[in-house]
């Protein structure tokens, strides 16, 4: 069976040439625009700003896509290729009504996407993601004639604006003095050019991998343990302080340690933490299925911790509400408002490199100070009715934990806490587990699979 075009909060996603066409990208460009004139009040002329991760379709639906916005009166300051925060960040420098990213994030090279941002930089929420779809599927399109169609102009200031905003929360002179050497994979994503920048700032003698943006992805682009072999292998090579590696669109960071150790990318947020909340006390906020680490973190220092359902939306929109000094979600995603409302690779690594100059410690140390737990991520199938069989039965026996259904069931237990949550765009259950030790969370994950083999057999 084909794949299906997934139209979702996040935007859409697909394979190029089979499903997602140039022709889907201009719709698509087009019902976001008309959304976006509607949604403005003020009667003047609009502007989006556009920018793309480096796989070679990149250009040609992102041509599409301006080409639909431009249909419909509205003006397109492209970025050319740049990461999804720095896309969040320059549209609202620019004074932008919206952001589009040509991305598919941490999916394989034939997959594209296509990202959309309100103006406040922040993805759409539930309920306007429906309306532009609808739009989309209705082709309700606001179109203008020749004299209001949209203009396309360019900006070059993208890496110099995110760069500057980052370095105003650091203290640069104090990473500067330790002389870090760091090693970077960027996935030949879009996150080389300017990460080397950052760093090459911070005063890091930087040694770069798979920094070209080809898009031809060196290895697989999820940032995970299996994907990173070659860092790590070269982190110890190279007696290096630290490895860093991006996802495609540079919103996830994950962590190789000075021995040339994958770290779980759980502590891209934990060290980001660890270190604002060395200078101030205040909230946090992630998603449910985030690391209690983060919670160990703040209670130290009279901190509070936000949780949210899965999506960097809401956790951005939790962090605006409690007035978060840190927030972000376990995938590597680190969110700090002063630079921007998005998951961005150059804050954790900036925070990370401040917490290893102001401590003194390596990466290792750092780890062990803050103590990890085990965590399991998997997924399982299950149709509709029976998620809800199987949340409904998990409840009962976990009837003495504490239980948070703002998305799916996360259960709290003393020694560890379980998420259950179905998939918005698959029949299946996504599980995710954490415990002091394997055995305790195994007892947990085994319920659950018990409970699951009496619905599904
Ligand atoms: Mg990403």
């Known amino acids: 069976m084909a794949e299906q075009l997934i139209i979702s909060v996040s935007g859409m996603r697909g394979i190029v ?45 992102l041509s599409a896509v301006a080409e639909g916005l431009c249909s419909v009166g509205i003006d397109v300051i492209d970025l050319g290729i740049a990461t999804t ?36 930089g922040v993805a759409p929420t539930s309920d306007s993601a429906k309306q532009i779809r609808q739009y989309y599927f209705d082709k309700h399109f606001d179109l203008e004639d020749s004299s209001d169609c949209g203009k396309i102009t360019s900006s070059e200031q993208t890496d110099i604006t995110h760069v500057n905003k980052v370095l105003a929360i650091i203290d640069r002179d104090k990473i500067a003095a330790k002389n870090f050497k760091v090693i970077l994979d960027s996935v030949n994503g879009a996150g080389g050019r300017i990460t080397k920048k950052l760093l090459a700032e911070l005063g890091c003698e930087v040694f770069a991998i798979n920094d070209e943006p080809t898009g031809l992805f060196a290895h697989a682009p999820e940032p995970i343990s299996e994907n990173l072999k ?82 960097e939306a809401h956790v951005a929109a939790a962090m605006f509400e409690h007035n978060c000094i840190i927030g972000g979600e376990g995938n590597g995603g680190v969110i700090d408002l002063r630079v921007g409302p998005i998951r961005d690779s150059l804050v954790g690594i900036a925070l990370v490199l401040q917490l290893m100059a102001e401590t003194g410690k390596t990466t290792s140390q750092l780890v062990d100070e ?25 409840k ?62």
């Open 85 to 120: 925060p720095s896309v969040g960040i320059m549209l609202r420098e620019l004074g932008c009504a919206g952001g589009v990213v040509i991305t598919a994030s941490h999916n394989p090279g034939q997959y594209n996407g296509i990202k959309l941002l309100l103006g406040n």
């Open 396 to 457: 009962k026996a976990f009837a003495d934990a504490k239980l948070d259904t703002t998305d799916g069931c996360r259960f709290d237990f003393e020694d560890g806490w379980l998420h259950l949550r179905a998939s918005n765009t698959e029949p299946v259950i996504r599980i995710i587990v954490e415990a002091r030790d394997r055995r305790t969370a195994k007892q947990y994950v085994d319920t659950v699979l018990r409970i699951r083999r009496e619905v599904l057999d």
């Open 370 to 394: 803050i103590g990890g737990y085990y965590m399991k991520k998997d997924k399982f199938t299950a149709d509709t009715s029976q998620a809800q069989q199987i949340f409904n039965l998990v």
């Open 17 to 61: 040439g089979e499903n997602l066409t140039d022709s889907v990208a201009a719709d698509y460009g087009r019902a976001f625009g008309t959304f976006l004139k509607e949604s403005c009040t003020e009667k003047k002329k609009l502007s989006v700003s556009t920018g793309r991760d480096s796989r070679p379709s990149g250009k040609q639906l």
């Open 230 to 311: 070659g860092l790590c292998e070269i982190v110890k090579t190279e007696g290096a302080d630290i490895g860093f590696a991006q996802d495609p669109d540079a919103d996830r960071l994950a962590i190789v340690d000075e021995k040339g150790s994958y770290i779980s990318e759980e502590y891209s947020l934990a060290f980001s933490a660890k270190y604002i909340f060395s200078k101030k006390t205040g909230k946090a906020a992630t998603n449910l299925s985030t690391s209690r680490m983060i919670d160990d973190i703040a209670q130290k220092v009279g901190g509070q911790v936000i949780r949210t359902a899965v999506g």
